[in-house]
């Protein structure tokens, strides 16, 4: 039988004058876009051309939101109320859902951004509110959320289809976290070096943590960082890496209901 997986990327992370990534390209590797809500990145015309491409491939859309920091990328930790917390990922996901539908498509998943997301990763506080504010939307919306994290138990306790995601382009720390991008190494690079770790994390079913043992959870989907240097060059080294190791690559609705 044929493995599945997703390989999914954020992107529509441009705005106004300033052009980040590579979309387009990316969107003929990918199955899932990420797409900013303008929180961090994106911009109304942005968001809508990136739906306008990943409709047109036929790569499945989820909203990115963020905490409200343009200047820091959305990378910079903090302090909210969780009633405002929920609001604000509502906020986002309804500005994604008016644009995809406007164009006949439609916002299958959410995944939220940067330190947003490694925050609901470590507190379950935050993780609850943003599964809260996901299934407030629609309970048939699937959250995307780091394997093993809070937010992917948050996600599965409210009842929300949760697809566990692993990185291709970071590295990871004991307990299963992201390694904080203040920390050398924490970005990887090298195609080969993140195709390596995907494949890695799939052959165990664990994240590989750096003393060898591991962590076990079930893996749906891997990022690449759509902003990343070398970001396409990894996921085309990812996606030759998982074809031959006899995976086929889906969108994120398609493996997560298989």
Known sequence: MTKQINLNADM???????????DGAMLDVVGTANIACGYHAGDPLVMAETVRLALAKGVSIGAHPAFPDLQGFGRRRMSISLEELAAMVTYQIGA????????????????PHG???????????????????????????????PAGSCLYQAGLEAGLPTAAEIFA??????????????????????PEQSADQVLSFLKAGKIMTPSGSGIETPIHSICVHGDSEGALAIAN????KLKDAGYRLVGLPEVLNN
């Open 12 to 22: 529509g992370e441009s705005f106004g004058a300033y052009s980040i990534g590579n």
């Open 96 to 111: 994604l859902k008016g644009i995809a539908e406007s164009q006949g498509g439609c916002v299958t998943h959410v995944k």
């Open 115 to 145: 330190a947003l997301n490694n925050m609901a990763c470590e507190d379950m506080g935050m993780a609850q509110a943003i599964a809260k504010a996901v299934q407030g939307m629609s309970p048939a919306l699937m959250l995307l959320a």
């Open 169 to 190: 382009d970071r590295t990871y720390q004991e307990n299963g976290n992201l390694t904080p991008r203040s920390s050398p190494g924490a970005v990887i690079h090298d």
């Open 237 to 240: 080294r990812v996606t030759e």
